[in-house]
C-alpha cells in the first residue's frame, strides 16, 4: 500500500475476477487506505455469468461470516458490515464500491491487454491454465503494468504468499 499511495490516480486489474469477492475486497481496502477516490478496478472474467453476478455484488448471507473473518484476519480497519446491507438472506455491497469498478469480458487466453495499470491481481485463475496459458496471461500483466516484467524480473515481496514486484523497482 505505501507504494500504491504514491499514484495521484491507480488503477487495477483483477484478472480473472469471477463472482467479483476479490474486486470488493481491492475497493474495500483502498477505501480503508484512503484512496478509493483515485482508484479504478477493472474486473475481468470470460464467464457472462459469472460477471453478471459480480456486477450484483449479492452474496448469500451464509458467507458473510468467512468474508468477515478473512477482512478481519486481514488487517481490515472497520467492520465488513460498513460495505454492505444485509436482508432476506442476502448481503449487498455498496454501490460506492461498485462505482469504482468496472466488470468486464476478457479472456486471458485470446485477448491482448485493455488498460496500463499498476497491479494486477490474479487469485485463482493461472492454476487452471497450462503452461502455455500461464505464460501468454502472465505476458499480459507484464504488457499491462506500468512498470512490470515478465517472469525472471519478478521478486516475490510476500514469502509464500504469492504477491510479486517488478525487480528494481522501488
Known sequence: MPLLRTYPSLRI???GCS?????????ILAREEGILDRTQIYA???????LHAAEAGVYPIDR????????HRSGGRSSLSDYYTAAFGR???DKALKSHIVFADHSLATDSVFAEVQLVSCRNVLIYF?????????????ESLRFGAHAGDFVELMQGERIYQKRGDP
Open 44 to 50: 475481468t472474467d470470460i464467464s457472462a455469468r459469472a
Open 19 to 27: 463472482t467479483g469477492e476479490e474486486a470488493y475486497s481491492i475497493a
Open 130 to 142: 497450462n503452461r502455455r496459458l500461464q505464460d501468454r496471461a502472465v505476458g499480459l500483466f507484464h
Open 91 to 93: 448481503a449487498v455491497f
Open 13 to 15: 486489474w483483477v484478472a
Open 64 to 71: 458473510i461470516a468467512l468474508f468477515s473473518e478473512n477482512h
